[in-house]
Nanobody, 115 residues
């Protein structure tokens, strides 16, 4: 049974930073590419960034240059460093494999960017 648990969200002012973590159980990290996704109420869930098993990364245009995705395969943990946050980054952030699998969605972690 694969379980993904997100943490690290919170309230931050525009221009601030947050670091999200995704702790994975099972063997998911050893065999899957991973991704961060986000969803604002009333909107569709969108892809934020992906990272392959070997560490190659890809970003949505809206976060390119501000967010950094990384992974520590030894710790079965993935991270999302978010800098220069904007109000439009406000959303619930989720981790999943890439492409995502419905059964692996967790509770997510809320990120709110507001003054």
């Amino acid at each position: 049974q694969v379980q993904l648990v997100e943490s690290g969200g919170g309230l931050v002012q525009p221009g601030g930073s947050l670091r999200l973590s995704c702790a994975a159980s099972g063997t998911v990290f050893s065999i899957y590419n991973m991704g961060w996704y986000r969803q604002d109420p009333g909107k569709q869930r969108e892809l934020v960034a992906t990272i392959t098993i070997s560490g190659n990364t890809n970003y949505a245009n809206s976060v390119k240059g501000r967010f950094t995705i990384s992974r520590d395969n030894a710790k079965n943990t993935m991270y999302l460093q978010m800098n220069s946050l904007k109000p439009e980054d406000t959303a619930v952030y989720y981790c999943n494999i890439a492409p995502p699998r419905e059964a692996y969605w967790g509770q997510g972690t809320q990120v709110t960017v507001s003054s």
